[in-house]
């Protein structure tokens, strides 16, 4: 018995070392728990019908609010869609949409962390003037030559995803000899060049669903924990992705059951942060997780 709760208390100090911190705007941030991001698209054709808010403010503060209330740590702010084969929108359309939704959440709740979700330097420096604390870039700078500089300058967090090629064409680029190995070699070389931009904050997001297969979602996640050895954060974005949906046969607007039994699995495995649509779910699956592990 007390091997158990030993062995407990052991894989609960291997996922969540105290000592993680993240700083932005003159703060410092303890993730000492998992934290749960919630995702905000401020876009007409995100891929889940519900994760979508419109151009408007009252829209957006009623979404802000809810996910507060509900314990989100982060509100993730989009104004392109990343889906499969998603139409390409305007950089001055994007600026439009992100600053707008940062300055009015951040006038209502001045405390929340904002991360704004871009691949576009330009859009991450304009929506951290208006307040965003992050940059979440699901190219880890491969899109735009000057996000990393650009964040370097900032002096933020950045949460640097994997992905080949770009929303249109990354479905067809899902070849690897070994996945886990090369992803561990693209993060190696991203956090090198994160370094020397002057980042000092850098989270590891493997990009489930960008350029993998239903099978490679799986591998990533089933060996999540080799990422560990890397020293950063990791946030994982299943929620209500195809990997679920497809495996079990459904649409995205069922597959809430999936998204809560693979965030579990991505905590076990060592997720730091869990990109989510549902944040009430997310923060009782994360309320059970501590239980089992505390």
Sequence with gaps: MNNLFSSSSEIEDKLFPPKITLQSRGKLFLLDKPWVMGIMNITTDSFHEKSRVAFDEAAILNAASKMINEGADILDIGGYSSRPGADDVPESVEIKRVVSAISAIRKEFPDILISVDTFRSKVAWEAVNEGASMVNDISAGELDEQM???????????????????????????????????????????????????????????????????EQNYCILKNLYYFKSMQNPILIGLSRKSMIYKKLHVDPSQALNGTTALHMAALLKGANILRVHDVKEANETITLFKQLYS
């Design 148 to 214: 990393i500089p650009t964040v370097g300058k900032l002096k933020i967090p950045y949460i640097a995803m994997h992905m080949r090629g770009n929303p249109k064409n990354m479905k067809d680029l899902t070849t690897y000899d070994d996945i886990v190995l090369e992803l561990m070699t693209f993060f190696s070389k991203k956090l090198n060049q994160c370094i020397k931009a002057g980042i000092n904050d850098v989270i590891l997001d493997p990009g489930l669903g960008f350029s993998k297969t239903l």
